[in-house]
């Protein structure tokens, strides 16, 4: 089955630092979608990429998909403590009724 | 917009025993997903009900099923539960529940087997 791994699963870096997490599938994407969940929390939803090589930001986030569509990528640019959390890509094999596969997470802390 | 709501929030039950999870979507959502999220695990899926018709299913023993009413509202049920069932049970719903669409999730129910 189809299968998203995420590296590195835990990440700690100082306030002001830069982030990132990668996102790695074992088959090609329709689409990679990217989750945040805080401390005590639930998943919330971030954003979606669908094209090739596709890059969107949010403010410090910068999101990315590769050209092949099997991996993704998010950058956070200068930390700060509300970053801290555990962030999850998510993917399908296509836009029928395959299910949401999540990856492993990254557990990003920060050292104030 | 009313979010996804779970009940209960925390929940205790001994090895053995069955428990029900309830789920209610957003309104106008019709995909209901279900997730086990453990410390060592991550979000691990269970199932997913569209149209009160369970349409994907993760690799889970069938001590756990669910079901879907014409409401879209959704119950999870584990039989005969273990210690290994204490975990963070969360539901998400989507419009369509296809990865097209992103998925809203509950606050989930902390389930605690003893």
């Known amino acids: 089955g189809q299968q998203v791994m995420q590296i590195p699963q835990y990440q700690h870096v100082q306030e002001g630092e830069d982030f990132t997490t990668y996102c790695n599938s074992s088959t090609t994407l329709s689409n990679i979608q990217w989750y945040k969940q805080r401390p005590g929390g639930h998943p919330v939803f971030l954003i979606q990429l669908v094209k090739s090589g596709e890059v969107k930001k949010q403010k410090r986030l910068t999101f990315q998909f590769g050209e092949a569509k099997k991996n993704s990528s998010l950058h956070i640019t200068a930390t700060q403590t509300t970053d801290v959390g555990t962030y999850f890509c998510a993917g399908a094999p296509n836009f029928g009724n395959e299910k949401l596969t999540f990856g492993t997470g990254t557990r990003l802390t920060i050292i104030p | 917009k009313a979010g996804v709501t779970q009940t209960p929030r925390y929940l205790i039950k001994t090895r053995g025993q069955q428990v029900t999870l309830s789920c209610s979507p957003i309104?106008?959502?019709?995909?209901v997903s279900w997730y086990q999220q453990t410390p060592g695990q991550g979000l691990q899926f269970l199932f997913e009900y569209f149209s009160e018709t369970q349409r994907n299913k993760g690799n889970f023993p069938g001590r756990f099923s669910g079901r879907q009413f014409s409401n879209s509202r959704s119950e999870m049920n584990v039989s005969t539960l273990e210690l290994g069932d204490s975990a963070l049970y969360l539901c998400a719903s989507s419009w369509t529940g296809t990865g097209l669409y992103e998925q809203y999730f509950g606050p989930g129910t902390r389930l605690t087997v003893t």
């Open positions: 309104s106008g959502h019709r995909s």
